[in-house]
């Protein structure tokens, strides 16, 4: 029987599964193939990122993340707050950028990009 508001173990069966599937083996190739492909995705991900005027945060001690600057999207927001502060038309700034952001956040949460922090 379910329970509103309980954790399910749906996910950590199939975790352990999928371990369990893979083998000892299976696991160290995932990740080896994890660290091969790690430069690459990072040069991508810089040339991309350079492409819309942003770029690659170095993190030395995490080899994990990714980290990508979003001053395009802050160039937006100051533009914003200047207009609001001098009576401009604030409004439709602000609707822009938040169209902007949302629009944005949703890409990276379709395409199952977890972990984000705007």
């Known amino acids: 029987k379910a ?3 309980r954790a399910s173990a749906a996910p ?3 975790l352990l ?7 000892r083996r299976g696991w160290r190739d995932l990740l080896e193939g994890r660290e091969r492909r790690r430069d690459a995705f990072e040069a991508r ?7 819309h005027g942003e770029r690659v945060l170095e993190t ?3 080899r994990i993340s990714f ?3 979003l001053d395009a999207l802050a160039a937006k927001a100051s533009a914003v707050e200047a207009a609001r502060r001098t009576g401009g038309p604030a409004a439709d700034a602000r609707s822009a950028v938040n169209d902007r952001c949302t629009k944005f956040g949703s890409m990276l949460f379709t395409r199952c990009v977890s972990g984000t922090r705007v």
């Open 67 to 69: 980290g990508v600057t």
């Open 12 to 14: 950590t069966v199939d």
């Open 3 to 5: 329970y509103p508001g």
């Open 17 to 23: 599964c999928t371990l369990l599937g893979l083998g």
């Open 45 to 51: 991900l810089a040339e991309v990122a350079a492409a």
């Open 60 to 62: 030395p001690h995490n």
